[in-house]
């Protein structure tokens, strides 16, 4: 079956722009996550999704960071008024229950860079 | 921070048995030993989770101590596909975003020819 999908791939964006970037979880999963990986690093955590609902913010940088995923599936990161610090590739992953036992599946990926 | 202490790089033969060493000696309770792998530009991809008992599937075992303070990831027959970066995450026993993965540094392994 098909994977977490994310799209764009790349991204490039001037200072100040808006950006959106998407994630289509696998069917069915209902917990959601979305990562921040800078150049070199593990991937941080960002924000957690059970179904549509957003349980956990405190991850998101700061409140030009925001996410949502109104229907329990698709969701949609956005950062306004972009900067250069946001620069990273921005992950997202999926999986089937909300238990520990269940692994994460990750997407390759939306790659930020902000210029 | 992470919980797991692993050494920064290892080399092994192609086609030879890779065995990553991963120290989790503060693990509590009903924590989960994950492993996951980070190819260049892709996505990381999970590879296995333990509790107590050893695992095996499809890509590779998994050897946890009785104590359950380390464990070993063990690729049988390593392929120049899996040079990548290999994490050993303990993932604690709590639903939601409590469960959320913590990545470290990882292991970079290199698979030679």
């Known amino acids: 079956g098909a994977g977490v999908s994310q799209s764009p791939r790349y991204k490039v964006a001037k200072r100040g722009q808006d950006v959106a970037l998407r994630c289509d979880p696998i069917?069915?999963?209902?917990?959601l996550f979305w990562y921040q990986q800078a150049l070199g690093q593990g991937p941080e955590f960002l924000t957690y999704?059970?179904?549509?609902?957003?349980?956990?913010k405190s991850g998101l940088p700061s409140d030009r960071f925001f996410a949502e995923r109104p229907e329990g599936s698709v969701s949609t990161l956005k950062i306004q008024r972009t900067q250069q610090e946001d620069s990273a590739v921005y992950l997202c992953?999926?999986?089937?229950?909300?238990?520990?036992?269940?692994?994460?599946?990750f997407g390759n990926g939306t790659r930020l860079t902000v210029t | 921070d992470a919980k797991t202490t692993q050494p920064p790089s290892m080399d092994c033969a192609e086609g030879r048995a890779a065995n990553l060493p991963c120290n989790h000696s503060t693990i509590s309770g009903n924590e989960y030993v994950y492993w996951y792998r980070q190819i260049h530009s892709q996505g990381p991809q999970y590879i296995i989770h333990?509790?107590?008992n050893n695992e095996t599937n499809e890509m590779a075992s998994l050897i946890i101590t009785e104590d359950r303070k380390s464990s070993t990831l063990i690729l049988p027959h390593a392929t120049l596909r899996d040079t990548a970066v290999y994490y050993c995450i303990v993932r604690v026993p709590y639903g939601g975003s409590q469960g959320n993965l913590i990545f470290g540094k990882g292991t970079k392994l290199s698979v030679k020819p």
């Open positions: 999704f059970q179904n549509e609902a957003q349980l956990d």
């Open positions: 992953a999926s999986s089937l229950t909300d238990s520990p036992n269940s692994p994460l599946h």
């Open positions: 333990g509790l107590k």
């Open positions: 069917s069915g999963h209902v917990s």
